[in-house]
């Protein structure tokens, strides 16, 4: 009976040094991972800025029948007011039209004009910017064409604002349908129009070269 007891008590000391070997491993593991953590976490992250580099010194000289991508759009709003209505004073971001157009019904116009162009930003304008890359040499690339997208966007109400003021004060004997229209073709081709500008302005180190 104690020879029995002596080997269980043996075989029980064996397993707790096995454990005891077993924990300090595992300790020693999960130390060496806190340690390649905490290293990650202050490692700089690796980024390839491709879109962000250019974009606050791209400049275009005219405002007029071009979309300005990459500018801010609140600056442009002002200089466009001031050229609309040089006699009057806009507030910033206030839409103006003339007094003798009702603005629910011009808001109404505005809503509906912009649920065609976002159809055609999500659609349309992807192949434009595709095309326009590979006229210029350009590797397709996908960022450019989420990022443009999304500044189109941004822009897309004011710039709907500026050609209907510009319709409407014209005077020209056109009914609701054909000044929308209007508005529509004229904003697709400022769209291709600031497309273009933009990847052009991009440094050719910045936007990559198709290999010949």
Not at 33 to 47: C, D, G, I, Q
Not at 105 to 126: G, K, W
């Amino acid at each position: 009976m104690s020879q029995q007891f002596y080997h269980y008590g043996d075989q029980l000391q064996s397993y707790l040094q096995y454990l005891e070997k077993r924990i300090v491993s595992l300790e020693k593991a999960v130390t060496e991972l806190t340690k390649e953590v905490a290293e990650l976490k202050n490692r700089p992250s690796v980024r390839v800025d491709r879109i962000e580099y250019s974009f606050d010194q791209l400049k275009v000289e005219t405002l007029d029948g071009t979309l300005n991508i990459g500018l801010n759009p609140a600056d442009l709003q002002k200089i466009e007011e001031l050229a609309i209505n040089p006699g009057n004073s806009v507030q910033p971001g206030g839409p103006f039209y003339p007094p003798q157009i009702d603005p629910k019904q011009m808001m109404t116009r505005s809503m509906e004009l912009e649920e065609t162009l976002l159809t055609y930003i999500q659609m349309e304008l992807p192949e434009v910017i595709m095309r326009k890359q590979a006229e210029l040499g350009m590797e397709e690339d996908e960022a450019y064409i989420a990022f443009i997208q999304e500044d189109v966007t941004k822009q897309l109400p004011t710039r709907i604002q500026f050609y209907l003021q510009q319709r409407t004060a014209s005077g020209n004997e056109e009914d609701t349908n054909q000044q929308n229209e209007a508005v529509i073709a004229a904003l697709k081709q400022e769209i291709e129009n600031g497309v273009q500008i933009f990847l052009s302005n991009i440094p050719d180190n910045v936007k990559g070269r198709n290999k010949e």
